[in-house]
């Protein structure tokens, strides 16, 4: 199974956990809405018992592979450009600890001559989503006026691939969650 969880460069480790309901919804191999998953997961009223969170670990068949779709930095520096990407990779490896088969699939953004950082980022948002990510999340504070986020949500609508935008605030609380189809 292959996964995308992208965003904004501006997330910082107060969206982790956010960040960790979406890696872990990826694990679900039974539909279950993300909305209603992270309500049951975060409300203290209505939190997953201990047994449904088991549950949830054992729910994704240990022999498959589980591939994070990750954009990566330029070169010289930590692995994973800032913000979503790198986030998602510490998720990922934290709600996937248990699958022997996980892998991170880094997208590097390399320029050709005479192009931008930028341009180069654009082509390796292209290559993440022909990937075909199985299941992609957007974690952002305001993705329509986004420029890199909104343009990956563009080639996954082109793509024919449905995406979770996880909207939230800049100080990590979650203000909202829908499913967009293409």
Request: proline content about 7%; overall charge positive; some cysteine.
């Amino acid at each position: 199974m292959r996964i995308l969880i992208f965003g904004s460069r501006s997330l910082t480790w107060r969206h982790l956990d956010v960040i960790r309901y979406c890696a872990t919804h990826a694990l679900l191999t039974e539909a279950v809405s993300l909305p209603e998953f992270i309500r049951r997961w975060t409300t203290p009223t209505n939190r997953l018992s201990p047994e449904e969170q088991a549950h949830v670990w054992r729910m994704a068949p240990k022999d498959s592979t589980l591939t994070l779709c990750n954009g990566d930095g330029p070169p010289g520096r930590n692995r994973g450009a800032i913000g979503a990407d790198k986030l998602a990779s510490y998720a990922a490896m934290g709600a996937w600890w248990e699958y022997p088969n996980r892998r991170m699939r880094w997208f590097p953004p390399e320029p050709n001559e005479g192009e931008t950082w930028a341009q180069a980022a654009g082509r390796r948002n292209r290559e993440m989503v022909e990937a075909k990510p199985d299941r992609a999340y957007c974690i952002h504070t305001d993705l329509d006026s986004s420029k890199g986020s909104s343009m990956t949500a563009a080639f996954l609508r082109e793509a024919g691939i449905s995406y979770w935008y996880v909207r939230v605030t800049q100080a990590g609380a979650l203000v909202s969650v829908e499913e967009r189809r293409p």
